[in-house]
Nanobody, 123 residues
Framework: QVQLVESGGGLVQAGGSLRLSCAAS????????MSWFRQAPGKERDLVAC???????YYADSVKGRFTISRDNAKNTVYLQMSSLKPEDTAVYYC?????????????????WGQGTQVTVSS
């Protein structure tokens, strides 16, 4: 059974930085794409960033140039470095993975999810 455990959320002022981590277990981590989604209150869950098994990356327009997704296959961990944070980045952030090695954009393509970690950006 695949398990994903996120950490690193918290409260930060606008303009600050946070790094989220997601530790995966239960299968060969390096074979699969990993993604970060976020969901703000009253809004849909949206893809923030994705990294394929080969290291290709995708970013939502709203975070391009501010967020960086990376993976450490030796540690079975994916990271989301968030900089220049804005109040509109406030959300619960979820790590997700599925049966694919390439980038997938919709949440229905993912069948494993972490518990979520709250990120709150104050103005």
């Amino acid at each position: 059974q695949v398990q994903l455990v996120e950490s690193g959320g918290g409260l930060v002022q606008a303009g600050g930085s946070l790094r989220l981590s997601c530790a995966a277990s239960g299968r060969t981590f390096s074979n699969y794409a990993m993604s970060w989604f976020r969901q703000a209150p009253g809004k849909e869950r949206d893809l923030v960033a994705c990294i394929s098994s080969g290291g290709f990356t995708y970013y939502a327009d709203s975070v391009k140039g501010r967020f960086t997704i990376s993976r450490d296959n030796a540690k079975n961990t994916v990271y989301l470095q968030m900089s220049s944070l804005k109040p509109e980045d406030t959300a619960v952030y979820y790590c997700a993975t599925g049966p694919n090695s390439g980038i997938r954009y919709r949440d229905y393509s993912y069948n494993y999810w972490g518990q979520g970690t709250q990120v709150t950006v104050s103005s």
